[in-house]
């Protein structure tokens, strides 16, 4: 039955009072939290403690959540907050999250090109082996992105940064995704 | 889940999520009217001194209102705008904005205000100085916020016209001795009268009397 509703038919059920119905959410975000949470923290442990972090915050504030809007975003910009947290207390001198050019006014260095079949292979390929080298900055758009396919303007709503930062810091990420790649060939 | 089924995790309340927003609004609200009041009350000030009115006499009078500039107010308005940057974030409209343009833009907003509410801090010296506001204010509109005026720089009203210049009498009932020469840029013409007040750019001579560069005269508030 819960299985034909979208997301945010239950989610308006549960504010409604059917607190059971949350189980029916996390069935349905726990896996892609917990790949998000792997691929952006790189720390199993930890990963899944701030997961159920965000499904206990979630559940507390799912009356702050608008049912008109999409819940995906909503729930991933929890995680989000509960991730940056997490990154900022274990490695404060190497998180850049407290300001970014970009924010302040998002241009690209170079016109971007056209991504072929392969070169999208290749990209995914990268992303597999050197997400770990990239900042989060960089690293979490292109995760939200590629691994999760989201579009520019959830993960807009995500990050809470203009859609054109989005734009910038993909390409960006995907510059020096392949530069790392190309480094790693040379060494090898 | 079963920490929800036990009971022991509890959905916030809707009102909460109500009046944290209404917090956050009016918060904002505040912060922007106090914006409005800081950047007025600098437009004020430098329209009052006269240097608004300076950089029409060139790039004397420009360096003049630079000198003149109230910094303390300006940093309390960037301070101010930065708070407001951070409580208005939260929102979409503002978010999906490069940061540069939602700052310009609140900026753009404090501005126009400033210059449309300037006339209200008119009405309140003039109650300043019948010492009808309490003393914080008083306080405010005698000046410590002000700039002093550039050392080649003079404001004040004509007493007396004399057949080189005028004499100008300054609040604190000093008065000065003004020349005007074939070199005296005057933008709106020489035609003074006693009772304009005036700004008046120039250098004092050894005998006091300041040998006018520029002078123009200062428009006045409507009289309430």
């Known amino acids: 039955m819960t299985n034909e509703q979208t997301d945010e038919e239950i989610a308006r059920r549960v504010q409604a009072g059917e607190s059971d119905l ?37 559940y507390e504030n799912i009356k702050s959540f608008d049912a008109s809007r999409r819940f995906s975003p909503w729930i991933y910009r929890i995680a989000h907050n509960e991730f940056v947290n997490a990154l900022k207390k274990k490695q404060s001198s190497r998180t850049t999250f ?36 990239l900042d989060p900055k960089y690293r979490e758009p292109l995760i939200l992105y590629y691994l999760e396919s989201m579009d520019y303007k959830e993960i807009s709503d995500i990050l809470q940064i203009p859609v054109s930062t989005v734009g910038v810091r993909l390409g960006r990420a995907r510059g020096i995704l392949k530069k790392i790649a190309a480094d790693g060939q040379n060494i090898v | 889940m079963k920490a929800i089924s036990r009971g022991e995790i509890h959905m916030k309340p809707r009102w909460h999520f109500i009046l944290l927003s209404a917090l956050y609004i009016t918060g904002a609200f505040i912060v922007f009217l106090t914006l409005l009041y800081i950047v007025s009350l600098g437009v004020f000030f ?9 950089p029409s006499l060139g790039g004397r009078g420009w360096f003049s209102l630079l000198l003149s500039l109230p910094w303390l107010l300006i940093l309390l308005t960037l301070l ?33 205000g400033g210059f449309f509410i300037a006339p209200l801090h008119h009405v309140m010296m003039l109650s300043a100085r019948k ?52 070199q005296t840029r005057l933008p709106y013409g020489e035609n003074f009268t006693t009772g304009e007040r005036v700004v008046v750019i120039g250098d004092s001579g050894a005998t006091g009397t300041v040998q ?13």
């Open chain 1, 22 to 58: 949350f189980g029916e959410l996390i069935e349905r975000y726990q896996p892609k939290l917990m790949r998000y949470a792997r691929k952006f923290l790189f720390d199993p442990e930890d990963g899944a403690d701030l997961v159920q972090d965000t499904f206990i915050k979630s």
């Open chain 1, 98 to 133: 407290a300001f970014d050019i970009d924010t302040l006014f998002p241009h690209l260095a170079a016109p971007e090109t056209a991504d072929s079949a392969v070169l999208e292979r290749d990209l995914r390929e990268s992303l597999e082996r050197y997400l770990d080298k």
């Open chain 2, 46 to 54: 430098l329209r009052d001194s006269g240097e608004l009115f300076a």
């Open chain 2, 80 to 112: 101010f705008a930065g708070i407001l940057e951070l409580l208005v974030r939260r929102y979409a409209f503002v978010y999906k904005k490069p940061l540069l343009m939602s700052v310009f833009g609140i900026l753009a907003i404090i501005f126009l």
């Open chain 2, 131 to 182: 010492g009808q506001l309490p003393p914080p204010l008083m306080l405010l509109y005698r000046g410590p916020l002000r700039m002093p005026p550039p050392s080649d720089t003079y404001h004040g009203e004509i007493v007396t016209l004399t057949s080189s210049g005028f004499v100008m009498a300054d609040e604190d009932h000093g008065t000065t001795t003004v020349t005007i020469t074939p």
């Open chain 2, 212 to 224: 006018a560069f520029g002078i123009r005269e200062i428009d006045e508030y409507p009289e309430q």
